[in-house]
């Protein structure tokens, strides 16, 4: 069954019909049940806010103020047992004798509705079982409880198989102590390579930026040209700042890329099995508000939300370990939960392109983000590989063009190229590479000044009858032009 079942009630229908074609009373109860996919989910927060309950409004009041939650509940267990009993009522369903009566009674209903968290404290109170505590804290001046669902009761005590590639074993343990976990690590087809970003990750953040988004754009049409792949797939996010609809199908229409997804929505997906390659554009990341509330629900806690670089391993395909340094969270609570629920979902990203029977191909995995060792990385690749920032504008080609060369010299290349001395030294091998390929040839100028020094200066020249004109104009007799290897 998939887990939503696992987990809900069962419609009218769910154990069929009987003879008369109504929903058969007779439950069915399985021999055994295999989960397939995430097993484990948080349930929708439980809140009490403040001005519904006397007894909450005292405990919201002080435990906002610093003092403990449970010695709270046990100084105002009087008042918490008699909101209970006065208050409390669970809902049932109101009967309709006419419209004004069912109308008052659903706002009266409103007005007092039942609190299982005010439930849950008054039973606190009396048994002093501190699980009835988990997750439950105060924020925002609100009672709030963060669990995770549990199996709905018809399915407890059955024998079980959870399937899940991307589960964390230290999350398993935690909520289902019973279960025996096993886990291997498959080694990828030869022919299908898995890259990672070494140096960044292309978060939601580098993609609001215009700049960096085009400069990400044009490395990637250069990546797929120079590569020759036919047949890509994208996955990345859904929502960016600045573009209107899904950002994934606004980037694959940039890029001419028909098959495309999104982070969360990946699960079971098989369209990229014959992709040639897989572009995954960032990682997933439970916004920071959802992973402490996972966290509560899981551990009941959350101390630390901070985080640090550490190098992390990295299994490689050819057998050998290598690490990339890599943001994690400080709490080891946390950052179990952000391996289970955001890692996990960047790993299903990865699987999409079934590296253990599908067909050859490259995936480029866009993010420097740690990943653990299950999945085997073939090499690294760099920021500078994939974010294309032109250092010549198209104004200035032209201009350069029509002269017809340039010397090479720090002067001239910062005036007639409009770079910065900074920009000129870190990108210059970028800069030799979109000269050849706009055509120019390096050459070295030899001759002897009106003084009698032999002086040899080097050019970029696309031009040399347009270089000799100018050469001439300077006063430089019977120059002696060669052509050099940069």
């Not at 409880?145 to 230290?170: C, F, M, W």
């Not at 609570?333 to 979902?345: K, L, M, Q, T």
């Not at 000044?449 to 002086?455: E, H």
Request: hydrophobic share 35%; glycine share 6%.
């Amino acid at each position: 069954m998939m887990f939503n079942e696992y987990f809900n009630q069962p419609s009218r229908w769910f154990n069929g019909i009987d003879a008369n074609g109504n929903p058969d009373k007779q439950q069915w109860k399985p021999d055994f049940i295999i989960i397939d996919e995430n097993i484990l989910d948080k349930d929708k927060d439980r809140v009490e806010n403040y001005g519904k309950f006397d007894s909450l409004d005292k405990i919201i009041h002080e435990v906002k103020n610093g003092a403990d939650l449970a010695d709270t509940v046990i100084k105002y267990r009087q008042e918490v047992y008699l909101d209970d009993d006065k208050k409390n009522f669970e809902d049932k369903p109101i009967t309709f004798k006419s419209a004004d009566q069912y109308t008052r009674d659903y706002d009266q209903r409103k007005t007092i509705r039942f609190s299982p968290l005010l439930r849950q404290l008054a039973m606190f109170a009396k048994t002093k079982d501190k699980s009835l505590l988990k997750g439950m804290r105060v924020e925002n001046g609100s009672l709030v409880q963060s669990v995770i669902k549990v199996e709905a009761g018809r399915h407890q005590n059955i024998p079980t198989l959870y399937l899940d590639a991307t589960a964390n074993k230290e999350i398993v343990n935690h909520l289902l102590p019973n279960v025996q976990f096993y886990s291997i690590q498959v080694k990828a087809k030869s022919d299908i390579n898995v890259y990672q970003l070494a140096n960044t990750t292309i978060s939601q953040k580098t993609l609001n930026d215009q700049i960096q988004r085009n400069q990400l754009i044009n490395g990637l049409k250069n990546l797929i040209t120079n590569k020759g792949y036919r047949n890509i797939g994208l996955i990345s996010y859904k929502n960016i700042k600045g573009i209107s609809g899904n950002f994934a199908s606004h980037l694959a229409g940039e890029l001419g890329i028909k098959l495309f997804g999104h982070f969360g929505h990946l699960r079971g997906v098989n369209k990229f099995d014959e992709v040639d390659c897989l572009i995954i554009l960032g990682r997933y990341s439970l916004p920071p508000i959802a992973l402490q509330e996972y966290t509560y629900a899981v551990f009941g806690h959350c101390f630390d939300k901070d985080n640090h670089y550490q190098d992390r391993l990295v299994r490689m395909k050819d057998g050998s370990v290598s690490s990339i340094n890599t943001s994690i969270h400080n709490d080891p609570d946390v950052r179990a939960i952000y391996d289970h629920f955001s890692v996990s979902e960047t790993k299903q990203a990865i699987g999409r392109g079934r590296l253990i029977y599908g067909k050859s191909k490259d995936i480029y995995y866009l993010s420097n983000e740690s990943i653990g060792t299950d999945i085997e990385i073939t090499g690294f690749i760099y920021k500078e590989d994939i974010f294309y920032n032109p250092l010549i504008t198209d104004e200035n080609w032209g201009k350069l063009i029509k002269t017809g060369f340039i010397r090479d010299n720090q002067p001239d290349l910062i005036q007639y190229l409009n770079l910065s001395k900074n920009i000129l030294r870190i990108n210059r091998k970028n800069l030799e590479f979109d000269l050849i390929e706009k055509g120019f040839g390096y050459y070295s100028v030899s001759f002897t000044d009106k003084n009698r020094n032999l002086r040899n200066w080097a050019y970029f020249v696309k031009d040399q009858e347009k270089l000799k004109i100018y050469l001439v104009a300077k006063d430089i007799i019977n120059p002696k032009i060669e052509s050099k290897v940069l």
